[in-house]
């Protein structure tokens, strides 16, 4: 396997806020290159134990090098959290979004600064492509896609392009090829960015349904999570934190139900605790970071 280079984003300030029992069951629930996991297993006791996820095989290939009885990995998504025991874990980490390997290796078709197969799964021996998709799709749901994840003002023209290069010459098959027509279809953007980075980053997210296993995974770790256990998500865009904000905030408060008004309120779940930014310093260094997110929630007693 190519040893793709990977810098853990906010990697001593999640750690921080999510070990405080050494002895405790955590959940990595996205291994990645496992600077999040390795960290975490420094900081356990004898008894405490660390379960990872990944859907990459990459990733996988890189966790079975642990050499750690109390570490063990799962080759499913986050959204397989809630498989594991009810109020069983101190505490889970979710860093969400795509990894630097995956990012740099073109054969993963994940970035449109590299020419490679139009792929974009995560794990690339489950479901179909983004280029097997797009071979298919109606100009209706592209556009939708590509507005909805990618927020692009420009996903009509965008879709019609693709449904156009598609009737003319057969479906795209690589990422060269969809940037170039992205950028004919785009006719302003933001200065620095490529016209086809929202594009992009919207495919990649519906290909991997990445926000509905987020939200998934943030209603199972409720169940797994034990009371006074952390929840710490790491987020890179608007869409991803959105989500695990409001999730955080909705359990974060008293629920009365106006039906039913002198019943008593369901109580609150989760205790809003941080919300960490990386500093400049990790941003000059790792400039992947600066759009990072660490939000940090605790699991409130549950009622007897």
Same mark, same amino acid.
């Given at each position: 396997m190519e040893n793709w280079n990977h810098t853990t984003v906010l990697l001593n300030e999640a750690v921080d806020a999510l070990v405080g029992d050494p002895s405790g069951c955590y959940v990595d629930a996205t291994f990645g290159r496992g600077g999040h996991s390795r960290l975490i297993l420094s900081r356990l006791g004898p008894e405490g134990r660390l379960i990872a996820f990944d859907k990459d095989p990459d990733a996988i290939a890189e966790a079975v090098r642990i050499d750690d009885a109390r570490f063990s990995i799962r080759h499913r998504g986050f959204r397989h959290l809630g498989e594991l025991a009810p109020a069983s874990v101190a505490g889970v980490l979710l860093d969400i979004g795509v990894s630097s390997p995956q990012i740099d290796n073109p054969a993963r078709g994940f970035s449109f600064r590299f020419d490679g197969p139009l792929d974009m799964r995560m794990d690339p021996t489950r479901g179909e492509s983004v280029a097997e998709w797009l071979a298919t799709a109606e100009v209706q749901q592209i556009a939708e896609v590509i507005r909805d994840y990618g927020e692009e003002r420009f996903a009509g023209p965008i879709a019609k392009a693709i449904a156009a290069r598609r009737q003319e010459r057969g479906p795209i098959s690589t990422t060269t090829e969809l940037a170039e027509l992205v950028a004919g279809a785009v006719k302003t953007r933001e200065p620095g960015q490529n016209p086809a980075t929202r594009t992009f980053q919207a495919l990649r997210i519906f290909i991997n349904a990445e926000l509905e296993e987020l939200q998934q995974a943030l209603d199972a770790s409720l169940s797994v999570l034990r009371p006074g256990g952390?929840? =710490? @998500?790491?987020? %890179?865009?608007?869409?991803? &934190? *959105?989500? =695990?904000?409001? %999730?955080? =905030?909705?359990? /974060?408060?008293? @629920? %009365? &139900? *106006?039906?039913?008004? %002198? =019943? /008593? +309120?369901? +109580?609150?779940?989760?205790? /809003?605790? &941080?919300?960490?930014? +990386?500093? /400049?310093?990790?941003?000059?260094?790792?400039?992947r970071a600066r759009s990072a997110i660490l939000r940090v929630a605790e699991r409130t007693e549950v009622p007897a």
């Open positions: 952390r929840l =710490a @998500v790491i987020s %890179f865009h608007s869409l991803e &934190d *959105r989500i =695990a904000k409001t %999730f955080i =905030a909705r359990h /974060a408060k008293e @629920v %009365f &139900d *106006r039906r039913a008004p %002198f =019943a /008593a +309120p369901t +109580p609150m779940r989760l205790r /809003a605790l &941080d919300r960490i930014r +990386p500093g /400049a310093e990790e941003i000059a260094a790792n400039p």
